[in-house]
Nanobody
Framework: QVQMVESGGGLVQAGGSLRLSCAAS????????MGWFRQAPGKEREFVGA????????LYADSAKGRFTISRDNAKNTLYLQMNRLEPEDTAVYYC??????????????????WGQGTQVTVSS
């Protein structure tokens, strides 16, 4: 079955950086667009950014633009989220998600098919 496991979360001071990883298995990784989402305590899950199946196209939420970078390594079935200049408002559980490319290209920040369990990111002020 499909498994996606996030790692790399932790506690960091404001202004610091973290790199999240998402290792996927049980699916043809290169056939899926991938996304990162986050959910802060008491808030709805929100879109952070996404990357096309081949890595050629990325899009970001306004809150992530200029600070976060999404990349992927299809040879390693792994998705990444490089987060720089972190702010306390970035504190959340971060999730990776996958959507088959045929559906991703129509709606890259909509409903995704497969999800990881999440990794906690805490930014202290």
């Amino acid at each position: 079955q499909v498994q996606m496991v996030e790692s790399g979360g932790g506690l960091v001071q404001a202004g610091g950086s973290l790199r999240l990883s998402c290792a996927a298995s049980g699916l043809t990784f290169s056939s899926f667009g991938m996304g990162w989402f986050r959910q802060a305590p008491g808030k709805e899950r929100e879109f952070v950014g996404a990357i096309s199946w081949n890595g050629d196209y990325t899009l970001y939420a306004d809150s992530a633009k200029g600070r976060f970078t999404i990349s992927r390594d299809n040879a390693k079935n792994t998705l990444y989220l490089q987060m720089n200049r972190l702010e306390p408002e970035d504190t959340a559980v971060y999730y990776c998600a996958a959507k088959w490319y045929g559906r991703w290209v129509k709606d890259p920040n909509g409903i995704y098919e497969y999800w990881g369990q999440g990794t906690q990111v805490t930014v202290s002020s």
